[in-house]
């Protein structure tokens, strides 16, 4: 009887496990959603290099400007093409309703780079959204196929940004911090990602190096 009663304790101690960590990984995926990089690239540009000379109303403006285009627009996108059935959920689970969002999005990361372009923004901003764009296209093409993964793509693209900012000196602060948090956020999405059963390891992984390659890359050639 104690046998049974163990063994039954365990088994929803197990379940309360993968619960909290689900919720924790839908955390994860929502807050750092490849909707919000471009954002969080933004603050980090206007915060955490020397732009930060700039007035707090015009480094917000500015950011907020970014979201508008990069975030909301493709999120209002996603919401429509949900209510009319022609995507299943939020997260474009089905790689096959990949096309239409994703080509809205490098639409917005173009626009986006033409709006910081009229705000005087130095070209390695500007190539930065260029670049999120050129991802997007590539996870595109490669959707067609495989699944990678969007979110670990931008958080790689991120990661090769805030990289290259270090390795130019232009980060305020001990860059090797900077640096750690970003691949650190690469880990925790791919964690996350993982956890719900999205993507496979590999997937995970050619997502990151994909986003981190072509930023970087694109960056160094300025």
Known sequence: MNDNQNTAGEGRKRVRTRSLESRMASVASDVFSPLLMATYAMAVALWLTPMNRLPIGVRGWSTAGVFFITALIPGLTVYMLMRAGKVSDASISDRRERPIPFLV??????????????????????????????????????????????????????????????????????????????????????????????????????????????????????
Request: contains cysteine; aromatic residues 12%.
């Open 105 to 222: 999005s490098v639409a917005c990361y173009v626009g986006a780079s033409f709006y910081v372009g009229a705000l005087h923004a130095p070209r390695w901003l500007v190539c930065f959204l260029v670049a999120a764009a050129a991802v997007a296209v590539l996870e595109l093409i490669v959707s067609l196929w495989w699944k990678i993964s969007a979110h670990t793509g931008a958080a790689g693209g991120l990661a090769g940004f805030v990289f290259w900012l270090g390795v130019r000196g232009a980060l305020i602060g001990d860059p090797l911090v900077l640096i750690s948090i970003a691949i650190l956020l690469v880990g925790v999405l791919g964690w996350a990602r993982l956890v719900l059963r999205r993507h496979t390891v590999g997937q995970v992984l050619a997502g990151a190096l994909l986003g981190f390659g072509v930023e970087f890359g694109m960056l160094s050639l300025i």
